[in-house]
């Protein structure tokens, strides 16, 4: 498996507070990537990273910021929660070059927003 | 804008039957097509990537296809088992990002 991990696991918070994700590799890849999944959109791109501090958005950026000062590290924030937030939250890296064709997926946050 | 679709939503099949899912998407212009394997409350598996160059990739006992100019992916696992029952999701890359179809629940019944 790629040495992807996300933490926390899993978070329960209330609408209005500030949340933030982080997605740990230890593959030295350079692209790294948000995802959400919910049940009839699939799995949706929040945002990407192609190296430090370069970033950009995806598909359903709005409510979301993004972070990475190194190479390891790949932060999301929610800045102020809402409850069409809640969902399970996927970190992917992939490497550069033709390596940079395949995937590779963390395990998951569950988030709950009441 | 690239659309993936998988059909069917979910497939129930006995145990030992061969068995093929389907992936079909809009814009022919890919750079690959990545196919997964999503077990309950876990995150995707990477099963098999195809190059827009190549038409297939094999992975054990998977086999995955690529018509690119007809829109089509075929993954075909053969003697299924238990272990197999999970979602499968096809994913095609168009340029930075991939888009995901919502994948395929199958079931293999002992």
């Known amino acids: 498996d790629a040495g992807i991990t996300q933490s926390p696991r899993h978070k329960v918070t209330e609408t209005g507070t500030p949340v933030t994700l982080r997605c740990h590799q230890t593959?030295?890849?350079?692209?790294m990537y948000w995802y959400r999944q919910d049940p009839g959109h699939g799995l949706r791109l929040i945002h990407y990273?192609?190296?430090?501090?370069?970033?950009d958005k995806g598909e359903v950026s709005d409510g979301y910021s993004v972070s990475r000062s190194k190479t390891e590290d790949f932060l999301l924030t929610l800045e102020s929660a809402t409850s069409s937030q809640t969902s399970v939250y996927f970190c992917?890296?992939?490497?550069?070059?033709?390596?940079?064709?395949?995937?590779?997926f963390g395990p998951g946050t569950r988030l709950t927003v009441l | 804008k690239q659309e993936v679709t998988q059909i069917p939503a979910a497939l129930s099949v006995p145990e030992g039957e061969n068995l093929v899912l389907n992936c079909s998407f809009t814009?022919?212009?890919?750079?690959?097509l990545q196919w997964f394997r999503q077990d309950p409350g876990k995150g995707l598996t990477s099963l098999l990537l195809?190059?827009?160059?190549?038409r297939e990739q094999t992975s054990g006992r998977l086999n995955a296809s690529l018509d690119k100019s007809s829109g089509r992916s075929t993954l075909y696992i053969a003697a299924s088992q238990p272990g197999d029952s999970a979602t499968y999701l096809c994913?095609?890359?168009?340029?930075?990002?991939?888009?995901f179809g919502k994948g395929t629940k199958l079931t293999v019944n002992p």
């Open positions: 992917a890296i992939s490497g550069a070059g033709l390596a940079r064709n395949e995937q590779f």
């Open positions: 593959e030295n890849h350079r692209y």
């Open positions: 990273s192609y190296g430090v501090k370069d970033t």
């Open positions: 814009d022919s212009a890919i750079y690959n």
């Open positions: 195809i190059q827009s160059s190549q």
């Open positions: 994913a095609v890359r168009g340029s930075e990002k991939l888009v």
